[in-house]
């Protein structure tokens, strides 16, 4: 009996210990030295190569920012804590997952905002379903450096983003090829399941050209999943278009290009978008994509990125994307607005501190690692003066259109 009384008392004891951590306060937020924020980018998958740049640029960033002291909340220097650590969430491809993410940061992760998206069937979902969250007085901002449908941040006043908008620039892009080959014809390959590339080539790209009276042939279509362009190749073999658009995420695209070239199809110009801004694509594509033109938002050759160029090239052996440079953007964007805010950054005052951050953070502004100055406008993006691009030689290089 006493044996059992000695055991049952140790367990009693272990119990008690056990209760007594528990009950103990928990540090967090400004008394832990910190200011959490969420992360959702796609690190797998289909759309990790616009994910995983965006996510290491945003982490370079951080790591400048909390090395230079962090940033000044209430009179105290606290370091950004990505949530959860140390690379956040991965996303995947599933806009319902996102979904779930963006309940979890909101709810349990006590997140000040959250930073992610990396296609734009997820920004929709999730802009709508911010919608939701301030009906119910729960409301938080999510900023996306990929995300690229148009019109895509009117959905809510809390969603936000820094991604390069081709709308702002296709109209140029097309009349300086035209100028350059004298292009009558056009035909389009799209993948229409991600809706981001439909919506450029209905509302700014098919307009453009027929201002210019470049007639458009032909409009081919495949989705995400394909990798058979055969069809879509001869579509286009048959009308011999002067200028090919390729409207797709970075593999299909890549597949589609390859395709091209070996059956031959060879108009005066292959013109791709931000999707096609990728190190999988220079380094994937070989040949089949050299000579292809681009908008991009930066001149990777500018000194004014060297410094952050070599350290991502240093970290993960690859060239910085517009990918990376958005994520490098978005997290000074986040600084400049956290130490405008007045936020207390504490639990009791996180539903206050999240609506002062949305007010601070669309009226921040910064100089980009670009050197170009850049801030929100009425529907919270950041125009771009953008710049153009080919593809030589496994680089991306100015376009002599420029």
């Known amino acids: 009996m006493c044996e059992f009384i000695n055991k049952r008392g140790m367990i009693l004891r272990s119990m008690a210990v056990g209760l007594a951590i528990t009950a103990a306060p928990v540090l967090a937020f400004q008394s832990e030295g910190t200011v959490r924020i969420g992360l959702m980018e796609s690190q797998t998958g289909t759309f990790a190569p616009f994910g995983l740049p965006g996510l290491w640029g945003s982490l370079i960033a951080i790591d400048e920012i909390n090395a230079a002291g962090g940033v000044t909340i209430d009179g105290k220097k606290v370091k950004i804590a990505v949530t959860p650590a140390p690379n956040g969430h991965d996303a995947g491809g599933d806009p319902a997952q996102s979904i779930l993410l963006l309940k979890r940061m909101q709810a349990d992760d006590k997140v000040l905002m959250i930073k992610g998206m990396s296609f734009s069937n997820a920004g929709m979902a999730v802009y709508n379903y911010l919608n939701e969250l301030e009906k119910e007085g729960n409301p938080i901002v999510v900023h996306s450096s990929a995300v ?59 307009p453009a050209l027929k201002k210019l009276g470049i007639e458009v042939k032909v409009m081919t279509d495949a ?42 199809l060879a108009p005066k110009a292959f013109i791709g978008g931000i999707s096609q801004l990728t190190a999988e694509t220079l380094k994937s594509g070989g040949d089949a994509v050299d000579g292809m033109i681009l908008a991009g938002s930066f001149d990777a050759a500018s000194p004014a990125v060297k410094g952050f160029a070599d350290e991502y090239k240093k970290r993960h052996q690859q060239d910085i994307s517009l990918f990376a440079v958005n994520g490098h953007e978005a997290m000074y964007l986040l600084k400049d607005a956290i130490e405008k805010s007045g936020i207390k950054n504490t639990p009791e005052t996180l539903a206050d501190d999240r609506r002062k951050f949305r007010d601070a953070f669309a009226k921040a502004s910064i100089t980009s690692v670009t050197g170009e100055k850049i801030g929100f406008n009425d529907d919270r993006e950041t125009p771009k003066a953008g710049v153009h691009l080919s593809i030589k030689n496994g680089q991306f290089v100015p376009w002599p259109g420029n």
């Not at 100028?179 to 390959?189: E, M, Q």
């Not at 390729?246 to 070996?262: D, G, H, Q, S, Y």
Request: aromatic share 10%; charged share 25%; net charge positive.
């Open 223 to 264: 989705v995400t999943s394909d990798r058979d362009f055969t069809r879509q190749v001869d579509q286009m073999r048959a009308v011999n278009p002067d200028l090919v658009y390729v409207l797709a995420t970075t593999l299909p695209a890549i597949n589609f290009m390859k395709e091209a070239k070996r059956r031959g």
């Open 148 to 206: 690229g449908a148009p019109g895509l941040s009117k959905i809510s006043k809390w969603g936000f983003r820094n991604t390069f908008s081709e709308v702002d620039v296709v109209a140029g892009v097309a009349a300086a090829v035209q100028k350059r080959t004298n292009a009558k014809t056009a035909a389009f390959f799209i993948t229409k399941d991600n809706p981001y590339f439909p919506a450029i080539a209905d509302q700014a790209i098919i």
